[in-house]
């Protein structure tokens, strides 16, 4: 079967608030040569038949029914398997986010445009009680190899964390994807653990002008976070240790260059974890 350029997964899980809005924003994009598949966890609020009911208005759209629930991070990595069998390009779109309507076509352009890149993004406007307020990466995170061998590291890696509901190329992503998720066992901060791979070795093409839509108040943190001193520290250690391992794919490094690395990691294991252990680094 010919893969389709780009397939949209949506791992639901009662999601019906926001569900129809969600998939209409993908309907109405500018880039039309997608297939969207609606992966349904066995939701108990009426989200099934929502998704019903919208793919049966749009043969784009199909409605993918899992027979047992799953947790959150297995169904995610059911989508990334089969977006990677089923087409050219995809992507993860939660029921409840959005975006503006030339964000598929941008980046699925950007991607076509330079072969080496794997992962598209673009800005994000993160909405918090009907407010948003733009979050856009700093400079310093792009050509990162050049940072490398010049020996000029910055102090934080900053890029936001929703960059992994861009669009990734099938050939060359699952792997990254499947190892990141490994090697971090820890839902809070997750997403940011499996995109840095992507930006420090260059394969991230962004593209400003199309926004990513978040909608902040799920209560990951609250969910997720962890809450003693020990658990903090496990959870920074681990994050930063496990992007300090990424040295081995990027140039060779003087021991400075790998010192100002490793503190990079661990500052943005402070940032993208919001822990401050003692209460101030």
């Not at 998939?23 to 609020?45: G, M, P, Y």
């Not at 496990?234 to 990424?246: E, M, N, S």
């Not at 140039?251 to 400075?256: E, V």
Request: glycine share 6%.
């Amino acid at each position: 079967m010919e893969k389709a350029k780009l397939v949209v997964l949506f791992p639901v899980f009662n999601g019906a608030k926001t569900l129809e809005k969600c998939l209409q924003c993908i309907a109405d994009q500018d880039f039309r040569d997608f297939r969207a598949i609606i992966v349904e966890n066995r939701s108990t609020d009426g989200s099934l038949e929502i998704a019903k009911a919208f793919a049966a208005k749009d043969p784009r759209f199909e409605v993918l029914e899992n027979e047992v629930h799953l947790k959150a991070d297995e169904n995610f990595l059911k989508c990334f398997h089969l977006g990677t069998e089923l087409g050219e390009y995809f992507c993860l779109r939660a029921c409840d986010d959005f975006s503006t309507l030339d964000y598929l076509s941008r980046l699925v352009a950007a991607l076509d445009a330079d072969k080496t890149k794997l992962l598209g993004v673009s800005d994000v406007r993160r909405f918090n009680n009907g407010k948003g307020r733009l979050a856009s990466p700093n400079r310093d995170v792009f050509n990162f190899a050049q940072r490398v061998r010049d020996g000029n590291i910055p102090r934080n890696l900053s890029y936001p964390s929703e960059w992994v509901y861009g669009i990734y190329r099938s050939q060359g992503s699952l792997e990254i994807l499947l190892r990141r998720y490994a090697e971090f066992s820890y839902p809070w901060t997750g997403a940011s653990y499996i995109v840095t791979e992507f930006v420090v070795r260059d394969l991230v093409a962004y593209v400003e002008g199309p926004e990513f839509h978040f909608i902040e108040g799920s209560g990951s943190v609250q969910r997720y976070g962890a809450k003693t001193f020990r658990q903090k520290f496990a959870q920074r250690w681990d994050y930063t240790v496990g992007c300090y391992r990424l040295k081995d794919k990027l140039p060779p490094m003087s021991p400075w260059t790998k010192f100002l690395l490793f503190r990079m990691f661990w500052n943005d294991a402070r940032r993208k974890t919001r822990y401050k252990l003692l209460g101030f680094f």
